[in-house]
């Protein structure tokens, strides 16, 4: 698999950037930058993008086995996630379906898939690395979970290798992405608030199903969701 790397100092959005340069960037190109000034999340929220201290990348794709696979990018990349951190030594890692990775009940991770199906696909990643102090009182850092500094271009050439390996295996369909997903996941058996045909309806999570959809038992009926956001019901 033939990797490209650019290093951006600051930029609005790595996804915007690869909005932009589509047409003549390479499939798998990981575009990082030290500073967003518009870095945005799902459902157009604001990122909280730090200066200089967090990892901000956006994984260009255009290869058509991914791209027909696209459902299950979110999950798979929030994995890839998960075994960095875990390589780092943190502990109670969790996922939180469909594109969030959490530590204990903090944020420390997200995840936006933006492109053009079936032309390219854009994977977004936010990760929280050395940012002390966090804008968001519901979000951590690797820095605030392991009590020291983490060098970061060692770290981003850490999860270029675990993407590179991850992808092999799933390309071989031998990934067990599935299977951490599961083992930890932020919403089992909680009650969520979710919204399905135009309504919002509360259940209790469950697994995470082989289509990557998240199943939840109402009070009538089991219901299996494949997007959307996810609330815990307070
Ligand atoms: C979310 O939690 O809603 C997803 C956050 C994704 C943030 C990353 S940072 C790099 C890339 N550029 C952006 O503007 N967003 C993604």
Redesign the pocket.
């Known amino acids: 698999m033939t990797i490209k790397r650019i290093d951006l100092d600051e930029i609005d ?4 950037y690869a909005k932009i340069h589509n047409s003549e960037l390479e499939n798998m190109t990981f575009i990082f930058a030290n500073k ?1 000034t ?5 459902m157009n ?1 604001e ?1 909280d ?1 730090g200066d200089g201290n967090n990892m ?3 994984l260009f794709v255009k290869e058509n086995e991914l791209i027909n696979r696209f459902e299950s990018m979110s999950i798979f990349f929030a994995v890839t996630i998960y075994k960095l951190l875990d390589s780092f030594g943190l502990k109670n890692i969790n996922i939180k379906w469909p ?2 990775v959490f530590v204990d009940d903090e944020k420390i991770a ?3 898939l933006e492109g053009s199906i079936p032309k390219y696909l854009i994977i ?3 990760l929280n690395v050395n940012e002390k102090q966090l804008k968001f009182d519901t979000s951590t850092s690797m820095v605030n979970s392991l009590k020291h500094e983490i060098p970061l271009n060692e770290l981003k050439e850490k999860y270029i290798e675990i993407v590179k390996n991850e992808l092999t295996d799933f390309k071989k369909d031998n990934s067990d992405y599935l299977q951490i997903a599961n083992s930890h996941n932020y919403l089992l058996d909680k009650e969520i608030v979710f919204e399905y045909q135009n309504n919002f309806l509360s259940g209790i999570a469950k697994q995470i199903d082989p289509d990557n959809k998240l199943v939840i038992q109402t009070k009538e009926k089991i219901i299996r969701v494949n997007y959307g956001e996810i609330t815990l019901k307070k």
């Open positions: 959005s790595t996804n915007n967003q518009n870095g945005h999340g799902r929220r990122w993008s901000l990348l956006s594109n969030d997200g995840i936006l977004g990643i936010g």
